[in-house]
């Protein structure tokens, strides 16, 4: 990070930057003038959908994507991040379900979110839940995967990978 010329590439190329509130940019001088509070409790890392723009134009070849993860994961960590907000369960909510069950059911997840963000959400929203388990659209049993154990040992693996890149 130290590498960063502040050139605003990342934040140019950000199809979300306009509805973050710190664009990748900032949040990299935040990171470097020490500035963790307004890090952790930030929307962007959340708002990132991985698109790679940013890391592939850097000229500086910074992992932006990757810094974008490790600030989710240590905000999940740390339990520090913007409580309520939806897209921030949505994400822990379903890494949960793939680290328990390997996969991830869209129509559960929903219920699980809407639950916990708003019970009278979740009241307006169970007309249509109801059509959708009729139509065997909804299940009320999450899905799981025969060989957790294994993917236990490459999500570790893998966390452990990224731990290490992002140093
Ligand atoms: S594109 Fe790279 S060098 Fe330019 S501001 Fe973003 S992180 Fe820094
Ligand atoms: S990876 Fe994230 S931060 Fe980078 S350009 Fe895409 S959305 Fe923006």
Redesign the pocket.
Known sequence: MRRCIQCGT?SA?????HVMDYT?RKIIYLIREGFKEEVMSSFTPWL????????VRCPKEIK??DL?YLIKREAIKDNHYPQKAPIVLLTKESVKMIHKNGRISESYLMGIVLLKVSFLKLLRMSGLGLKMLLTGRFTLIPEKIKSRGELKKILAFSNKKVEENSK
């Open positions: 990342c190329t950000c199809p979300f930057s990748p990132c959908a991985s698109c790679f723009s940013c890391r932006i994507t974008m």
